[in-house]
């Protein structure tokens, strides 16, 4: 198919398919261009490898004034790809121009936005719209995964036919890659902020989330792969006028406001535009100013502080986000940059724990009885969870032998714990730890206390225990988690000895929903009453 200038001459020509004459594609692929040729390949090469049918596939490719060979190798391809139409227009300074033009031009019954250095997964449109088909879903949110040093905004986990915006994490995640119904973004004139390199996608999102009849999501598959670019030449990563950008995310915070009334739901949003909009830039591009510079950015953000920063959003933030508004709200500045540099150009010092088992992140001007930031500003104790990974399981003549990595953020880990549960018994197995890494054998005739672990179903769990710093240092912290595999390996039932109470057949398993891994011990190694669970 020819490229275009004119988006009014790119009418398709020729005959079409002979279903298609009739119903038309299923979904309008679009993606907008501009310089983004050693790419192409694999984000549209994405699209030509979908398990749907092609004819259900409509591509609209809008090149944005690109100058690397971007417009002639979508030109190639259009020629070999009957359902590729490519429209070139001059470049107009982001994303937002060429996708709207895209959308004025799709005939699918839904559209889908790809981003040209981005990619899909080889079945995405065909689970996408399978859902939305079966579920009259307005907007569909597929699995994203980070690619390249970029990372997933959200970590969907959960597979749902309905999910609330105010009870799930999809709101976290207001880019455009994902499935809309386009009769409802025609119903509610949705369209693209033009002209903006950077959250031109915001007001889109926000609007069709909060107008949604049903928000479904795929999680159950790696529907889009988020690639960081190599030159670092992303949009989120370019510097720019920072004060127009806070001024424009006052634009937008409006439209939430006039959304959604004020109370315990605005807050849940706008806890989302703390961490992602209105306290992004006070990092690096906030150190790089002089100090009028970082006066005027502060004085941009203050009016969206004042404005939108509840008690219960201060709360909701992590300390790091929660000083930076605190210095906001109060008018600190220095106190800002020192908070600011402390994340940036240095790690923050060790944590405090308090004799009561509080924990205090370690900014600076904590408790500084020169500066009058509150002790809660710092406080992380309801956010410390234990980070853990099981890396590796394995049996060695009748030992279960475990490994892996846990460490408690900000504190470290001093020693580590298996803990074998089963009818309110308890039972711990101490671990070698060193710098986060642990290992540990679980051995069944010694497990239990230097005892014979009993028949039944043990559930497997990890605790860590970290010491503070310094006058702290008598004070500890301890957290617990599932244990749960990362990888599936292929572990049989076997024998196992247990001394004086006799041999027994031990069984690795994932316990369902959430695929805890529990032992279980007996004479056959099979769950007592009921199905054999599915080894590891």
């Known amino acids: 198919m020819p490229v275009h200038t004119d988006i009014a001459a790119a009418a398709p020509t020729g005959p079409a ?63 070999s790809h009957p359902n590729l139409t490519v429209l070139r227009r001059p470049a107009s300074g982001g994303a937002g121009r060429p996708r709207n033009i895209g959308l004025d031009r799709a005939t699918g019954d839904y559209v889908f936005f790809l981003d040209s250095d981005d990619r899909l997964g080889a079945a995405a449109l065909c689970r996408l719209t399978h859902m939305a088909e079966r579920h009259g879903s307005d907007i569909v949110y597929g699995r994203i995964v980070g690619a390249d040093g970029r990372a997933a905004p959200i970590d969907l986990r959960t597979t749902s036919a309905g999910v609330s915006v105010f009870d ?129 950015m502060a004085a941009a953000a203050r009016p969206l502080v004042e404005r939108y920063l509840t008690d219960r959003v201060l709360a909701a933030l992590p300390p790091r986000l929660r000083l930076r508004a605190h210095c906001l709200r109060t008018g600190l500045d220095d106190e800002l940059t020192a908070v600011v540099r402390a994340d940036t150009e240095a790690a923050p010092a060790p944590a405090h724990i308090d004799a009561d088992g509080r924990v205090y992140a370690g900014y600076p001007y904590f408790r500084d009885p020169r500066r009058t930031i509150p002790d809660s500003c710092y406080d992380l104790t309801d956010r410390l969870v234990l980070s853990q990974r099981l890396t590796r399981l394995h049996w060695v003549a009748g030992v279960l032998h475990l490994s892996g990595t846990a460490t408690l953020p900000e504190l470290g880990g001093d020693t580590v714990e298996i803990l074998l549960h089963r009818d309110g018994t308890e039972h711990r197995v101490r671990a070698q730890c060193t710098d986060g890494a642990w290992h540990t054998t679980l051995d069944p005739a010694t497990a239990a206390d230097g005892g014979p672990l009993p028949d039944g179903i043990w559930d497997l769990k ?42 027994a057949r031990a069984t690795l398993f994932r316990s369902p929903p959430h695929g805890r891994l529990q032992l279980e011990l007996g004479p056959d190694g099979g769950r007592t009453g009921g199905t054999p669970p599915r080894p590891l």
């Open 168 to 296: 799930s994490p999809v709101y976290w995640s207001l880019a455009a890659y994902k499935l809309f119904r386009r009769s409802f973004l025609e119903q509610h004139r949705l369209r693209f902020v033009e002209g903006r390199l950077l959250a031109e996608d915001l007001p889109f999102g926000i609007t069709a989330l909060l107008r949604a009849e049903v928000v479904s999501v795929v999680a159950d598959y790696d529907c889009y792969y988020l690639h960081g670019r190599d030159d670092n030449s992303n949009a989120s990563r370019q510097d720019m006028d920072w004060c127009d950008y806070l001024d424009y995310i006052g634009t937008v915070l409006a439209g939430v406001a006039a959304e959604v009334p004020p109370g315990e739901d605005r807050d849940k949003l706008m806890v989302r535009h703390f961490h992602g909009e209105i306290l992004m830039p006070f990092a690096a591009p906030y150190l790089a100013r002089d100090t009028a510079g970082r006066q005027a």
């Open 462 to 503: 990890i605790a860590a225990t970290a010491h503070g710093t310094g006058p702290a240092a008598a004070h500890a912290v301890r957290r617990e988690a599932w244990l749960i595999p990362q990888h599936d390996p292929a572990l049989r039932p076997r024998a196992v000895d247990r001394g004086p109470i006799g041999p």
């Open 17 to 79: 398919p002979t279903d298609l004459a009739t119903t038309g594609p299923t979904v309008s692929v679009i993606v907008p261009v501009h310089n983004t040729r050693r790419y192409l390949d694999r984000s549209l090469g994405s699209v030509f490898a979908q398990t749907m049918d092609q004819r259900r596939i409509e591509v609209i490719a809008v090149d944005d004034g690109s100058t690397d060979g971007s417009a002639q190798w979508l030109a190639e391809q259009a020629r």
